[in-house]
């Protein structure tokens, strides 16, 4: 009877491990929702075997050091509409297989560099409706897979170009209501959008704030004339770009492998604008900037040429070659029309100066006869 006591005890110890009890958990799904509970802190006593967790809509204020160790196969885990203001750099630490996290509608003023390091399989983030200055631009590998990045309505006013160039899968991105300055430093955004635009991504908006000239005027279409302090800089931006392009064009005549080029890539569907999950999915993310760059700075990084600017420049040379293609072909059929031309008269005016000559003298040998025969007769 003890025998049978003791394994019915423990054969319950792992149910009451399996949810936390102000949680529902789906056995079958392995989704556990805490959304809306009043919670403080992270739930204990989660299944190891959980896939999605919903915390969403609690009032939870930070999360600690390897606050997830419990549950290191999660693949969703939305934490929007809290109160989340500071986040420890080893908070995420053992979730490898993570696919979408979402941090929107909460206080995050920074991300710690170290905090996506070990995730390589993110693919939606959702940073939307918090207080971010800017990204570290060291985040970029953990951040190359990513299909949706989610930045609006933070306090970003620039964004580090090598930053995106690393997010070589991203299909949308939103980037609306920032406080962007439009400098030279935003040049290089500029430059990305219009590559990004061209290859079939999805972005939002970007409206400048400052300076007071190109204020509420959508970046991507600021002509490039309106930089006037940033000419230098963006004609740097120009020739990398082209530059960019021809090794881009080598890379992908010869290798297919680890040398190959990042950005040649396959383009996918791109994500409306705005999906998500939770509180904070629905309303999209915005952009991210990075601080503590000189003004007019320029770029090792090789970029993606301006596309459309390139093509009209071979369109419209094509058209001016051809023009004078066509003026030379016509000066040439002139020039040989008129040797042609003149090489005839010459030959019929030589022509008649001899027939001339010859009358001439037939008129002299008669006028020299009639006398004799005049003398004879």
């Known amino acids: 009877m003890r025998v ?69 196969l999660v693949r969703i885990l939305d934490l929007s509409n809290n109160s989340i203001t500071s986040i420890s750099p080893t908070a995420l630490q053992g979730l490898r297989t993570l696919q979408r996290l979402s941090l929107a509608y909460n206080g995050i003023r920074d991300l710690d560099k170290r905090l996506l390091g070990p995730i390589r399989s993110l693919s939606h983030l959702d940073l939307s409706h918090n207080s971010l200055w800017g990204l570290p631009g060291v985040m970029g590998d953990s951040l190359k897979n990513l299909s949706y990045l989610g930045l609006a309505n933070n306090r970003l006013t620039r964004l580090d170009r090598s ?27 500029k430059l990305w959008l219009e590559t990004y635009l061209f290859k079939g991504g999805v972005v939002d908006e970007v409206l400048c704030t400052q300076p007071e000239e190109k204020k509420d005027k959508d970046l991507q279409k600021i002509p490039y004339q309106l930089f006037h302090a940033c000419m230098t800089t963006s004609y740097h931006y120009l020739f990398a770009n082209i530059h960019h392009l021809e090794s881009e064009k080598l890379l992908r005549g010869h290798v297919h492998g680890n040398h190959a080029h990042p950005s040649s890539h396959s383009l996918h569907v791109p994500m409306a604008i705005g999906e998500g999950f939770g509180v904070g999915g ?29 093509i009209a420049t071979v369109i419209i040379t094509g058209v001016v070659c051809g ?55």
């Not at 991203?170 to 609306?176: K, N, P, V, W």
């Not at 503590?292 to 301006?306: D, I, W, Y």
């Not at 040439?332 to 010859?358: D, F, S, T």
Request: proline share 4%; aromatic share 4%.
């Open 163 to 189: 930053l995106l160039d690393t997010m070589t899968h991203l299909d949308s991105i939103t980037l609306r209501n920032n406080p962007w300055r439009c400098d030279c430093q935003l040049i290089g955004l």
């Open 4 to 72: 049978i006591l003791v394994c019915a005890l423990l054969s319950s110890l792992p149910l009451s491990h399996a949810c936390p009890k102000e949680c529902s958990c789906n056995s079958n799904t392995k989704v556990v929702d805490c959304r809306g509970r009043g919670l403080y802190d992270i739930p204990r006593r989660l299944h190891p075997d959980t896939q999605e967790l919903y915390l969403q809509d609690n009032r939870i204020r930070g999360l600690g050091s390897v606050a997830f160790r419990e549950i290191p």
């Open 323 to 377: 023009i004078v293609c066509l003026m030379m072909l016509a000066a040439a059929v002139y020039g040989c029309a008129y040797a042609a031309i003149m090489a005839k008269y010459q030959r019929e005016l030589k022509k008649n100066e001899e027939l001339a000559a010859a009358q001439g003298a037939d008129h002299a040998t008669a006028d020299e006869k009639e006398p004799l025969e005049n003398a004879i007769a």
């Open 282 to 310: 629905g309303a999209g993310a915005g952009g991210g900037g990075a601080g503590g760059m000189a003004e007019c700075e320029t770029k090792q990084k090789h970029r993606p040429v301006n596309l459309r600017h390139a």
